[in-house]
């Protein structure tokens, strides 16, 4: 099965759930003590589940792609982009509160320090927003394409 297309347009629908719970729960599953990020994230997870199911509802308008059961190329890039980035989020999320902060996945494998964990964390927030933003984007643009296209005179 290819990574796009279909794969993208049934795996949309399951993302905005998985996703936000791994960098939730994945932490603590793959190692990483869990603190006080736990509650916060919580909290935020459901705006960020809904948020996220913005572009597949938009998609669901694109009658070229519903005719064709998958999903527009650069629609797939910008959510492999945001996939990508909210795994990364996960593996270098890190904790803290009360104490100095608890190491994230990464650097309580040893792999990093937990400045250079909390580096790459930021750059991942932003990339998971601008590709979130990409989707919906590429999203409406799916639509305004298959819609100008069955509306185009014919002659």
Do not use: C, N
């Not at 996703?19 to 603190?35: N, S, T, W």
Request: without cysteine.
């Amino acid at each position: 099965m290819r990574l796009s297309g279909r794969f993208v347009r049934v795996f949309q629908w399951i993302a905005p759930v998985l996703l936000p719970a791994l960098v939730v729960f994945g932490r603590g599953i793959l190692g990483a003590p869990m603190g006080w990020m736990t509650l916060i994230a919580l909290f935020a997870s459901p705006v960020v589940v809904v948020a996220m199911y913005f572009a597949p509802i938009i998609v669901l308008f694109d009658r070229d792609a519903k005719a064709a059961r998958s999903t527009r190329l650069f629609y797939d890039i910008a959510s492999w982009v945001t996939w990508g980035a909210l795994l990364v989020m996960m593996f270098t999320l890190e904790d803290g509160g009360d104490a100095p902060p608890f190491g994230s996945v990464i650097s309580t494998w040893g792999w990093t320090s937990s400045e250079v964990s909390s580096g790459i964390f930021v750059v991942a927030l932003i990339v998971a927003f601008l590709g979130w933003v990409g989707t919906i984007t590429t999203a409406i643009i799916g639509v305004v394409l298959s819609r100008s296209a069955h509306y185009a005179p014919r002659g």
